[in-house]
């Protein structure tokens, strides 16, 4: 298994090599686009291993090399989106089955887990993940999943994996993490415990804004087979060409991710003094309850955080939002260049207000994706958007 010679190594030696051994036909350094749908058989049933590329694709199969060996994995697999690799692993389960899942989550998985599965009679139950106990009490002969985001979008609760992994296990179900918001440079969940992990790779694997796309990596065979079948079957595959993006981006991962965290040190420490903020939720300020579990599991605390300003209104949110220059105003996450969202009417909308406001999300709040510019401008920008 080509991943085996990556265990030992370290973390920016392997983002740069991952699924990279030069193209063996041509010596090309860089993983060539095979932009095709089929491969010519020698005979029938006599290939070179690609028969069709909806099941295989040079590109995608070195991609999922890539992330079986950032995320600690025997296996990886890539979806046509985040959703999409999220979809694949409900489809794992039966009518009947129930899921436990996190009540602060991504709203495109509230979504598809409430408006299409739960049509086809599989049960999410919403728990608070980062309370273990909760966990505990709602796991009933049932469950077949536990789904958990950490650090949350875009609250930035923690949940504690390991705990999580050991409540999964004691029931035979299995844990998914949605690792989107981590990326592989923060945490590795399998190393934790859990069973799959989830990407959208959109966001930092990417990290470029110019690719949708989605990842699940694993250690069981077993349960590799499976989801390649849905994969296969159910056809959200990624092009080769998105595929080489994410190739690309990967090989970046750990210095974008340095300048990430580096800059949600800084704004954090900036809107935390500043006399206009309430409160500033980011996993790495010792006021999150979440502070330890993230220190614990977390390499550092990366670049998403949120606030609240003293006046938590949506005009005064909308004031701030408008009047950045810098910081574009866009939905997504986890590229080089600084965006600001407004949770409320942007990427959790589709969350109901009454939902949205019992996980504190409410309509003044305010969530930053830093980028990697300087830290100096970005704290200039909010400054003078803040003065507003
Ligand atoms: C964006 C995102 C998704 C969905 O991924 P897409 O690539 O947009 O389909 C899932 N989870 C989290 C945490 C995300 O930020």
Redesign the pocket.
Known sequence: MATENFRLKKQGTKYVHAGAEPDPSTGAIMTPIFQTSTFVQEAPGVNKGFEYARSQNPTRNKLEEALAIIENGNYGLAFS????A?DAVIKLLNPGDEVIAAAD??G??YRLFTKIFERFGIRFIYVDTTNTAAVENAITAKTKLIWV?TPT?PMMNITDIAAMAGIAKKVKAWLCV?N??ASPYLQNPLDLGADIV?H????YLGGHSDV???ALVMNDKELRDQLYFIQKSCGAVPGPFDCFLVLRGIKTLHVRMRQHCENGRQVAAFLTSHPKIDKVFWCGLTSNPGYDIAKKQMKDFGGMMSFTLKDDSRQAALKVLTSTRIFSLAE??GGVESLINHPATMTHASIPREERLKTGLTDGLIRLSLGIEDPEDLIADLEQALAQ
């Open positions: 989106s985040g959703v999409a999220t989550m991504y495109g998985t985001e979008n949605d989107t918001f989830m959208s790779s959109t966001k949708i796309q989605g997504s996450l």
